[in-house]
């Protein structure tokens, strides 16, 4: 079964470090990957999406992937307080319309 | 721009009872259509998926259903709930297969069935 893995517990960094979060998923096919944040009772909302191997950094975000080893990250540099919420790593598989999600991991940015 | 809306936001039910999501897309045509599931500890779990009116494709066996009835409108229903009904429902929209077919996500509906 195709599945997407967050295996990190909850994440507590200190405000202005860097919150690192890992993702692995099982299909080597797999094409897109994306990651979206949610905050405690919100709907997810789109952070970033990566298609290529490398990094793509949109302001403090930065996705890395790695087809080969099969696992995509996320780097949130300078954390804030506001940054705190749940991290959702989604891959859609080859050949699939839908999204598959990991379970989250909960970062906390301590002032 | 797109935007999506469900509704209602929270809503408590008796078990055995009748429930009826909806949810519309405005902003675009011929969207790819979703509804997932989200319960504590378990993650987002797609429920049913649309590419087209009257198109529905179920990924869980259950006793909830969809609807698609005009281009952008989804509805999500259950003739009876049970209590593991319980969950945060969102509805979410894509662009299709050649628009890179990023999810994106409702404010959500919380169903507590009591």
């Known amino acids: 079964q195709k599945e997407v893995e967050q295996n990190s517990g909850p994440l507590s960094v200190p405000e202005g470090a860097i919150a690192s979060l890992n993702c692995t998923y099982s299909?080597?096919?797999?094409?897109?990957f994306f990651w979206y944040r949610q905050y405690s009772g919100k709907s997810p909302e789109l952070i970033m999406s990566?298609?290529?191997?490398g990094d793509k950094e949109d302001g403090r975000f930065t996705a890395q992937l790695n087809k080969a080893s099969q696992y995509v990250s996320l780097l949130i540099r300078d954390s804030q307080p506001s940054d705190s919420a749940t991290y959702l790593c989604?891959?859609?598989?080859?050949?699939?319309?839908?999204?598959?999600f990991g379970k989250g991991n909960q970062v906390v940015v301590i002032p | 721009s797109q935007t999506i809306h469900q509704w209602p936001a929270t809503l408590v039910q008796p078990v055995g009872s009748p429930l009826s999501l909806e949810c519309t897309v405005e902003?675009?045509?011929?969207?790819?259509l979703y509804w997932y599931r989200q319960a504590a500890g378990r993650g987002l779990q797609l429920l049913f998926y649309?590419?087209?009116?009257?198109?529905i494709s179920s990924e869980v066996p259950q006793n909830l259903s969809a609807s698609r009835p005009q281009d952008r409108q989804f509805i999500l229903s259950s003739k009876k709930l049970l209590l593991s009904d319980s969950g945060f429902y969102l509805c979410?929209?894509?662009?299709?297969?050649?628009?890179?077919?990023?999810?994106?996500f409702g404010e959500g509906s919380w169903l507590t069935v009591v």
């Open positions: 979410a929209w894509s662009g299709g297969l050649f628009s890179g077919n990023t999810i994106y």
């Open positions: 990566i298609y290529s191997n």
């Open positions: 989604a891959v859609r598989f080859y050949g699939n319309n839908r999204l598959a």
């Open positions: 902003g675009t045509s011929n969207p790819n």
């Open positions: 649309s590419v087209g009116i009257g198109q």
């Open positions: 299909d080597r096919g797999s094409q897109s």
